[in-house]
C-alpha cells in the first residue's frame, strides 16, 4: 500500500558527506514519525535520527552535531544530511515511516524501505 524508496547512498572518504532521501508513496492519509536507521555487518538495526510531523527529531549520541534529518511533508520526503563521516558510520541505511492510510481508528503502519549502502573509507 505504501512504498518508500531511498536513494544517495555510496562510497565517501572519512570527513565528506552524503546527503540520504527517502520518498514515500502509495496510499498515504498522513504520515506521522519519520526516521533513519542502520544496520552495519554483524550488528542490529539502531536507529540514527527520526523527526516527528511536528518536526522534533531525535539523533543517536555518536550522529549529534554531525548529521541532520529533515522532511518535506509536500513531497512526502525525508532527508538526512550527513557530515563529517566517519568509518563507524558505515552500514545500510533504511528509512521507516509511520503511515496512516485512512482517517479510521487504528489505520496507522510501519513502513521500511529497501535500504541504501553506505560505506565510510578511512
Known amino acids: 500500500q505504501v512504498q518508500l524508496v531511498e536513494s544517495g547512498g555510496g562510497l565517501v572518504q572519512a570527513g565528506g558527506s552524503l546527503r540520504l532521501s527517502c520518498a514515500a508513496s502509495?496510499?498515504?492519509?498522513?504520515?506521522?514519525?519519520m526516521g533513519w536507521y542502520r544496520q552495519a555487518p554483524g550488528e542490529q538495526r539502531e536507529l540514527v535520527a527520526a523527526i516527528t510531523s511536528g518536526s522534533t527529531t531525535d539523533y543517536a549520541d555518536s550522529v549529534k552535531g554531525r548529521f541532520t534529518i529533515s522532511r518535506d511533508d509536500a513531497k512526502n520526503t525525508v532527508l538526512l544530511q550527513m557530515n563529517s563521516l566517519k568509518p563507524e558510520d558505515t552500514g545500510v541505511y533504511y528509512c521507516n515511516a509511520r503511515v496512516e492510510v485512512s482517517s479510521l481508528p487504528y489505520s496507522e503502519y510501519d513502513y521500511w524501505g529497501q535500504g541504501t549502502q553506505v560505506t565510510v573509507s578511512s
Open positions: 502509495g496510499r498515504i492519509f498522513h504520515i506521522n514519525a
